[in-house]
């Protein structure tokens, strides 16, 4: 037996040993402590940790006060260090790192460390000593941290091609009743009068200006100092107690130039500020719309921040940032081609558009939204079947299988498809049907001609041929865009119907401006919009908006100017010869086809094709209008929503377009 005693000693005294380091494994450990302690000082809220002193509830307050004055800003906290005292198993020290963004570029700019002290309670869970010092290690008792700002020098201009301002600082008017100079008596009668003058309504601003406190300045209108508008300096100051008041605004040069592009500047909304987390205050200016709003960080710059300890006996500043001026947006517009757009499309009552592209470079020039479009983006991201213009496309996929202009189709007048009966256009000439070239039936537009290629052009093919051209891929143009949907898979009437760009085929202005610059230069254009300022790291541009068959002309959901741009494309298998053979017949559209109205134009010879697409299902249905031109190094989409005929509504638009272009 005495053999058998040794092991059982030995036994016990690993069991013992065993049992020891697992009590000491199970302890809580001071790093967990701290870490639990730094997650809840980063939210604000330490209801995960325990305290030698006072509730989580307590300290939390406690939080909230010190930190009253900093807004919405939290700091990003971690543990910078663990030290257990080696005298004192029960205490250990901490040290927190902290990482503020306070002036709200998304990056750390305050950076620091603090020390808690970390006792263990009795049921071996360790405490935290708290002080405001945690927090930052020269705050005491009644101490709390405030933030203030001061707004950046100069906001950024939006520049033209060259370089030159588009969007800018101009000289203004705030036109508005101040009322410590109005007359006793007279607030009423002078707040009508203004209204009267400015084209306001004399109730509701006679209203406003009534309960608006007793020293305020309310305004009615803002004009542009240099514009001939409804008021001058004499005609308000006529009026007892009105004033016309010197300011400065971004603007862009004219009050419809570009609006729904370049966007508009104005006071930060509630929603903005909220969304823009801490970067913008209450009277700040922002973009509200369109590129100042998309690149608004890059134009507005960043405001210089003070980082002050207050309390009874003073202020002490202990961080400080510089506020830094914005910096400049280019874009590719030329602004003399921009105006003329605009005023081609002035008198078009539905929603229009006019794009230019320069082939050689891609630069977009124009951007051009017509009244009737009511501010929407019809330009860019306008969403609509194309008509014939598409038949370049279509043409492009019958040269691959081995016609040529000169080679021979059929044009009957009507064409049945799988039950479903196609015509030509109204007026289609009779001398033009038949067996003839494919020159012909392009420059004039056969229908039939093109239903007839639905057996040897299959839909992948189609989807090709426009890729190829540029229509439905994707370009980072620096701002939303879309670019063109062309479903690689359709049958019986949808094939058919495609071919003529109908069906679900669907392109926006911008898209057939690119096919145009495409065939013209003889490879794929990639369209460029916005382009970064030399010297500056710019703002990435935008992807394009997503295809959306189902959201029409309306706007897809836009990618904010951060976003990647879009992936590269598949290479073009666009060739020089298939663009000449393109050109050739897009010039017999204008030598003898429907818009031989471009003949006439000044400069180089015209190439275009016209097309017509229907839409809304009534009897006869309505009828967008499409014209793609060709001049020289431009290549021009003009679209008009609710038209007649391509050559009929879109081509005088066209011809005043590049008639003035040579200007």
């Known amino acids: 037996m005495g053999k058998n005693r040794t092991p059982v000693s030995v036994l016990a005294v690993a069991a013992l040993a065993l049992s020891l380091v697992s009590c000491s494994a199970d302890k809580p450990s001071p790093d967990d402590a701290a870490a639990t302690l730094a997650e809840g000082l980063g939210n604000l809220d330490v209801s995960g940790s325990a305290f030698t002193a006072g509730t989580p509830d307590q300290i939390n307050k406690e939080l909230q006060t010190l930190l009253a004055d900093m807004g919405p800003l939290r700091p990003d906290v971690t543990v910078a260090g663990v030290d257990e005292d080696p005298d004192d198993k029960d205490t250990a020290s901490a040290k927190l790192g902290y990482a503020w963004d306070v002036n709200g570029d ?43 700002t001061v707004p950046p020098p100069a906001r950024g201009d939006i520049l033209d091609r060259n370089g030159a301002p588009l969007m800018t600082s101009r000289p203004v008017l705030r036109i508005g009743i101040n009322k410590p100079d109005v007359p006793e008596g007279q607030e009423a009668s002078s707040a009508a009068a203004l209204a009267a003058l400015v084209g306001l309504d004399p109730e509701a601003y006679t209203a406003q200006v009534q309960a608006s406190g007793p020293e305020a300045f309310v305004e009615a209108l803002v004009q542009r100092a240099e514009a001939d508008g409804p008021a001058t300096i004499q005609s308000v100051e006529a009026i007892p107690g009105a004033a016309a008041l010197p300011a400065q605004r971004i603007l862009a040069p004219t009050r419809s130039f570009a609006r729904a592009l370049l966007g508009t500047v104005g006071e930060a909304t509630a929603e903005a500020i909220e969304k823009s987390e801490g970067r913008l205050s209450a009277g700040d200016l922002t973009g509200l719309s369109g590129l100042q709003q998309q690149y608004d960080e890059q134009l507005r ?74 501010g929407q983006q019809t330009a860019l991201l306008g969403q609509y079947p194309p008509g014939s213009t598409f038949k370049t496309a279509s043409a492009l996929a019958m040269l691959r299988n081995g016609v040529t202009p000169e080679s021979t189709v059929q044009c009957p007048a009507e064409l049945n498809v799988d039950g479903r009966n196609f015509a030509n256009v109204p007026g289609y000439p009779a001398n033009a049907t038949g067996d003839i070239p494919l020159r012909t039936a392009f420059a004039n537009s056969c229908n039939t001609a093109f239903l007839n290629a639905r ?60 096919a145009g610059a495409s065939i013209s230069k003889g490879e794929r254009v990639a369209p460029a919009l916005v382009r970064p300022v030399a010297g500056t790291e710019g703002t990435a541009p935008a992807a394009s908006a997503p295809a959306d068959p189902s959201a029409g002309a309306k706007a897809s959901a836009a990618p904010s100017a951060s976003e990647s741009a879009a992936p590269a494309p598949a290479p073009s298998k666009l060739t020089a010869a298939e663009a000449a053979s393109l050109r050739e017949m897009m010039r017999a559209v204008v030598a003898e086809g429907g818009v031989q109205m471009l003949l006439d134009v000044p400069g180089d010879p015209v190439l275009a094709k016209s097309g017509t697409a229907e839409f809304g299902g009534e009897d006869p249905p309505q009828t967008h209008a499409w014209v793609l031109s060709i001049q020289g190094d431009l290549a021009v989409a003009v679209f008009v929503e609710q038209g007649e005929r391509g050559s009929t509504s879109g081509g005088p638009l066209m011809k005043q377009f590049l008639t003035g272009a040579r200007g």
């Open 301 to 374: 710059g960043s405001d210089g921040v003070s980082i002050t300890v207050e309390n009874a006996g003073g202020s002490k500043g202990v961080f400080a940032t510089d506020a830094l001026s914005g910096t400049d947006v280019q874009t590719t517009l030329d602004p003399r081609l921009q105006e003329l757009a605009e005023a081609v499309l002035e008198g078009e009552p539905s929603a229009s558009a006019l794009v230019a592209i320069q082939p050689s470079t891609g630069d977009i020039l124009t951007v051009a939204n017509g009244p009737g479009s009511g």
């Open 455 to 514: 057996d040897t052009v299959s839909q992948q093919a189609l989807a090709d041929a426009a890729a190829d051209l540029g229509i439905g891929v994707d370009a980072a143009i620096g701002t939303p865009a879309f670019l063109g949907s062309v479903p690689a898979e359709a049958e019986g009437t949808a094939h058919a119907a495609s071919l003529i760009g109908q069906g679900e085929v669907l392109v926006s202005p911008l898209a057939m401006a690119v």
């Open 106 to 148: 998304s990056r750390p700019d305050w950076n620091y460390e603090s020390t808690v002290r970390l006792e263990r309670g009795e049921d071996d869970q360790w405490l935290v000593q708290w002080a405001p010092s945690v927090l930052f290690d020269s705050l005491a008792d009644g101490d709390r941290l405030a933030r203030a």
